[in-house]
């Protein structure tokens, strides 16, 4: 809502304060105030002159030679290049040493040989926006549609020493969508009157319902209809004041009659609309819902196909209007109107609201009737636009109007208590106070014993229960001034749930281990998921998608790591590791119904280089073991019970040799691996690893409660192995062996070097292991050692065939 | 005998002054120390001596082997730190090559910043809530005092799934659903962070998806003033102690009275400036007291009970903290834009 502070002032007596003052009070209160425009900014120096004569330039055929009264003894030359000048206008001329907004700054100069003292100005120039330029004066220069005084200063006139307020409006505020809400809500703050003109209507004998009746099919949504009479008007221009008026607010004049619907539609808030009554087709008003696929060409010459939802002003036969949104075609007045019926109305605000949404169509009208506009001047606003009607069209008001009228239009009633406002809020206002705020919200009051029982005005919709009540006391009294407290209640213990610190350990693992954590869109494609998903079960898809890259939400996190190391690689980064943690979406369901379970996935993906010294020459490059080294000291973090084994695997998506399942006590817990080069090629990807695992499974298996165990304090002995078997036996296998069999001495066994090619029978390979063998009660003998691990190397061969390598 | 031993004495000492290693020594210990060196041989023709002079070449030979061995110990030490200085020499190295990098990684700006919040409000008594992504209309709106066909549903426009799913345009329905929990029960103390989605196009200051936390509290005689001073010490704990804090009125559907929050520009020290349109205030988050039809739908008595909400968004927050001007660089994922953040 753009506010004229020169209008506002016609309301409210602000003589003693500047806009910015006036912006700072609303905004403080409740009333956002965006921007504060001077409409004067950067304009000096402009002046009214007559244009008394207007030649062609002898040199250039689009350019005139004016000769302009400014006012002196002599007239001065200027050069017009605008198609629309003539003799005698008046115009805004910027003088020699004038500014104009943008910087520009007015010189003497010479075009085309002659000389221009200045320029005659469009409103474009002055800073007035092309859509707000009446079409008149659109192409062109402005001039003055009424006899001026040359030499006077043009700024007032043209509504220039104006200031226009931006309202940033919260939805509850509907109220102030009018500029006689933001009267009040000003006079509210500043605790002063506030004075709306009466509207004065001299009504002829003739009677309006002599010409129209009024008939209402749809009550329920049109619970009041009023229609006004004006015959014998003549259309033509808006006086000047009107059109700056509505110019300022950001409407386009068009003429008296639409213009001033417009004003009364800004003034009150309430949209009203003009039929020519000569092509109204009828002589009745006949308001119902449209029929379904019933037609009608709006205002804007845009043909709408209708619903029965659609509340539709028809003369009995066709719709003539949009009930609430927009006026029809066929009925709109044009500059030969001379009879008009002038509309005033309620529409209910849910059947314009969907009427609107379901078109595609707002207007200044549907936008205050969603809202729900003031029923107690739905007729005043009518009367006002007759009144202001007749005063510049000179038309004659038919005694009227003709109504159908079951609005309820009585005053909300809500009682509230001082304790009650001063508990909520925490300060301690006296009855005083509080009576004070609510008479200069012009609310009536009833107070006893500090119960207050108030009486809302109609215009103030969002007002209907206690905390209604208490914001407004709260908001005038101002937020400054409520105290600061912390709560007196008893203090509670705050802190993690045990999976909600399960996820920071896992994060701060990760971090440690050198990886940057990503966070990726949940929205994807299905086409993205298929290289990792079968298309199998169906997915949680979006309604209405904005984009195709944005219609399903997500099942695995590795396709947007995967887009990010792309990113990374398009812009010569090829050495990155990304984790992320997110939720992931499945449903059993082939169309949704009821929400998808949502898990959290926690997924990294490694392209590159794992390790780098460039001077010394160390590089390593990422590679299975690296991952599964973080997946393994990532389960160590997470500190979880139970059997964990990593089973070779085949996943879609993923190199086959090179990919494991996660198992934990037999349930799969995630899957690591080599980027199939296949799909890597898709992502233009090089050797690239990945793992997902899926945390919500993970986290719960139960901790392991960390207890201390002795330090051994007698010294244990290490045998080295080198075993030499197939080469489809795995290490998981030898090593299970070897703790089978090495009963309670052995203490550790470990990996330290895999062996194939040359020294080796084909087919073979060799893998030596490290044992610690351990008595927590005493020194071990060489003996006792030799024994078990006698043992263990009987078993190697008897159940893997392994033997030691010579 | 005591001259023999003296010029034996002279002889070892210029050969010890003469050795020029470690080995050199040795042979000088080992010829007149030894057990077959000269000394050892006077001393052995000791007995053939009289009583009275016995002791004196005694003592004579053990000055003898006292002094040459003291000044062998003596040249070895000196050749022993020459010999490490030599190899320490050769040892040096150019201190000024760059170091083996320790790879660290680094938590996005988005989590360090959820978690600092999360923390300043554990600190304060809270306990973090967390909820679905797909939401019900009813959790999303219609709990939050949002029926179908409110006007205030315009304010976010919404992902729906079905006519009854949708994407969380707010992380509010954490409020309900950890109200419900809490069956009627006070105290409730909450901060729920999380993503949620709204259907914006994806630019500089909008994204489609973006993280906010929102926060609760219920109890009995909770006070507007309450909310201030949790943000008074919030707003001091998060972005310092200098920063002063106001409200101002607002609107949202769930909370009433309705406020925004402020805090004084860290750019000027709320003189005004660009960062804060001159104002000298930036706009940091949406709060009130919880809307009593909010509080029955969680099941809690308004008559009895009351509280305070709060939202804020997590992007908004990094972007002040770090100085960030562009919401698409949380999530494009650019080594460039993350490693930044190993030192947060």
Request: glycine share 8%; hydrophobic share 35%.
């Amino acid at each position: 809502m753009l506010v004229s502070y020169k209008w506002l002032k016609e309301y409210v007596n602000l003589d003693d304060l500047t806009p910015a003052d006036v912006a700072e009070k609303l905004t403080r209160s409740g009333v956002e105030v965006d921007a504060v425009h001077s409409l004067s900014e950067g304009i000096t120096n402009l002046v009214v002159g007559k244009v008394m004569t207007c030649e062609k330039h002898p040199q250039a055929d689009k350019l005139n030679l004016c000769q302009v009264d400014v006012g002196e003894s002599d007239p001065v030359q200027i050069v017009c290049g605008a198609s629309n000048v003539g003799e005698g206008q008046f115009v805004a001329v910027a003088r020699v040493g004038a500014r104009l907004p943008g910087g520009m700054k007015i010189k003497r100069a010479k075009l085309r040989g002659e000389v221009s003292e200045g320029m005659i100005c469009s409103l474009q120039e002055l800073g007035f926006e092309g859509k707000v330029v009446p079409k008149k004066y659109s192409e062109g220069i402005f001039n003055f549609p009424q006899e001026m005084i040359a030499g006077e200063d043009a700024m007032a006139p043209l509504g220039l020493d104006d200031t226009v307020l931006e309202l940033d409006l919260t939805p509850n505020r509907s109220d102030c969508l009018s500029m006689i809400g933001v009267a009040y809500e000003v006079a509210a703050i500043l605790g002063r009157e506030v004075n709306v003109p009466e509207p004065a209507i001299v009504a002829s004998k003739e009677k309006a319902s002599d010409h129209i009746s009024v008939k209402v099919e749809a009550s329920g949504d049109n619970p009041y209809y009023g229609a006004n009479v004006i015959k014998g008007l003549q259309i033509s221009e808006s006086p000047l004041w009107l059109q700056t008026a509505l110019m300022a607010a950001g409407v386009r004049p068009v003429n008296n009659v639409v213009d001033i619907t417009n004003y009364v539609l800004l003034e009150y808030g309430q949209p009203l609309h003009a039929f020519d009554l000569d092509r109204f087709g009828s002589e009745e008003v006949v308001v119902r819902r449209a029929a379904d696929g019933e037609k009608i060409v709006t205002l804007d010459d845009t043909e709408r196909t209708l619903s029965g939802d659609h509340l539709v002003i028809t003369n009995g036969n066709d719709p003539v209007a949009l009930a609430g949104v927009m006026g029809g075609a066929t009925s709109e007045v044009e500059n030969g109107s001379v009879n008009i019926l002038l509309e005033a109305a309620y529409f209910s605000p849910a059947s314009v609201r969907k009427a609107s949404r379901d078109l595609g169509l707002r207007s200044d009208s549907s936008v205050r009737f969603e809202k729900g506009v003031d029923p107690n001047s739905v007729a005043e606003a009518g009367a006002r636009a007759a009144s202001l009607i007749q005063q510049l069209s000179g038309g004659e008001i038919l005694e009227g109007p003709v109504e159908f009228d079951e609005l309820n239009k009585n005053k909300k009633e809500v009682t509230i208590t001082l304790n009650k406002i001063n508990s909520v809020l925490g300060t301690h206002m006296t009855a005083e106070e509080v009576s004070q705020i609510f008479d200069q919200l012009q609310f009536g009051i009833d107070e006893k014993d500090g119960e207050f029982s108030v009486t809302v005005p109609t215009r103030r919709q969002d007002i209907s229960i206690e905390a209604d009540l208490v914001e407004e006391a709260a908001r005038l009294y101002g937020y400054d001034n409520i105290p600061v407290t912390l709560p007196n209640t008893p203090s509670t213990p705050g802190g993690l749930t045990a999976e909600q610190l399960k996820k920071r350990k896992a994060r701060r693992f990760l971090e440690g281990a050198g990886m940057l954590e990503a966070v990726n869109y949940s929205l994807t494609t299905a086409e993205k998921e298929a290289y990792f998903k079968e298309e199998s079960k169906s997915r949680v898809k979006v309604a209405l998608p904005m984009s195709e890259e944005r219609s399903a939400l997500r099942t695995t996190l590795i396709p947007h790591l995967l887009d990010d190391l792309s990113y990374n690689k398009n812009r010569n980064i090829y050495n990155v590791s990304l984790y992320e943690m997110g939720t992931v979406f499945h449903t059993e369901e082939e169309t949704v119904t009821v929400q998808p379970e949502e898990k959290t996935f926690l997924a990294g993906a490694l392209m590159g280089l794992w390790q780098e010294h460039s001077w010394q020459g160390e590089k390593k490059p990422a590679d299975f073991f690296v991952l599964k080294g973080i997946v393994e000291g990532l389960l160590k973090e997470l500190n979880i019970t139970g059997e964990i084994r990593f089973v070779q695997s085949e996943t879609r998506g993923l190199h086959p040799g090179r990919t494991a399942s996660l198992y934990i006590d037999g349930t799969e817990a995630g899957v690591l691996g080599q980027l199939h080069p296949a799909t890597a090629k898709e992502w233009s990807l090089p050797e690239t690893y990945v793992f997902e695992l899926d945390l919500s499974t993970l986290m719960s298996f139960p901790a392991e409660a960390v207890r201390y165990e002795p330090i051994p304090r007698y010294p244990g002995m290490d045998r080295d192995i080198a075993l030499v078997v197939e080469e489809d036996i795995k290490a998981e296998e030898l090593e299970k062996v070897i703790v089978a069999h090495g009963g309670s001495l052995l203490s550790s066994v470990s990996v330290f070097d895999l062996y194939q090619g040359e020294n080796l029978e084909p087919g073979k390979k060799s893998l030596a292991f490290s044992l610690r063998y351990q008595n927590r009660e005493k020194t071990l003998t060489e003996e006792e050692v030799t024994e078990v691990h006698t043992k263990v190397l009987q078993a190697l061969e008897e159940k893997l065939g392994a033997k030691l390598r010579a | 005998m005591l001259d023999r031993l003296q010029e034996l004495h002279d002889e070892a000492m210029k050969k010890v002054a003469e050795a020029e290693d470690l080995n050199d020594l040795k042979e000088v210990r080992v010829a007149y120390l030894g057990k077959k060196g000269p000394i050892t041989e006077v001393m052995k023709g000791m007995g053939k001596l009289s009583a009275e002079e016995r002791p004196k070449v005694g003592q004579k030979a053990n000055e003898v082997r006292e002094s040459v061995k003291s000044y062998i110990e003596e040249k070895e030490k000196a050749f022993e730190e020459a010999a490490m200085l030599e190899k320490l020499k050769k040892e040096s190295i150019d201190v000024t090559l760059p170091g083996r990098p320790v790879s660290k990684g680094s938590r996005h700006p988005l989590t360090s910043v959820v978690e600092t919040i999360e923390d300043v409000f554990i600190g304060m008594g809270f306990n973090v809530a967390e909820g679905p992504e797909v939401e019900t209309d009813y959790y999303n709106f219609e709990s939050l005092n949002l029926p179908k066909h409110h006007p205030a549903r315009d304010m976010q426009d919404t992902f729906f799934i079905t006519s009854d799913l949708l994407l969380r345009t707010q992380t509010s329905p954490v409020q309900t659903r950890t109200m419900e929990k809490h069956e009627g029960q006070g105290p409730v103390k909450i901060v729920c962070p999380g993503k949620v989605y709204r259907r914006d196009e994806d630019d500089a200051t909008h994204s489609h998806q973006f993280m906010q936390i929102e926060g609760l509290v219920v109890d009995e005689g909770i006070r507007m003033s309450d909310l201030k001073g949790i943000f008074a010490t919030f707003v001091k704990q998060y972005f310092g102690e200098e920063r002063d804090i106001r409200l101002r009125p607002s609107f949202f559907p769930f909370t009433e009275p309705s406020a925004e929050l402020d805090i004084s520009c860290a750019m000027c020290g709320g003189k005004g400036c660009r960062t804060c349109k001159q104002t000298g205030w930036i706009e940091v988050l949406g709060a009130g007291m919880v809307h009593p039809n909010v509080l029955k739908m969680g099941g809690f008595d308004p008559d009895q009970y009351s509280g305070f909400a709060f939202g804020m968004g997590v992007e908004r927050f990094a972007m002040l903290k770090y100085g960030i001007d562009d919401i698409r660089h949380f999530y494009t994922n650019d080594k460039r834009f993350l490693n930044q953040f190993t030192r947060v």
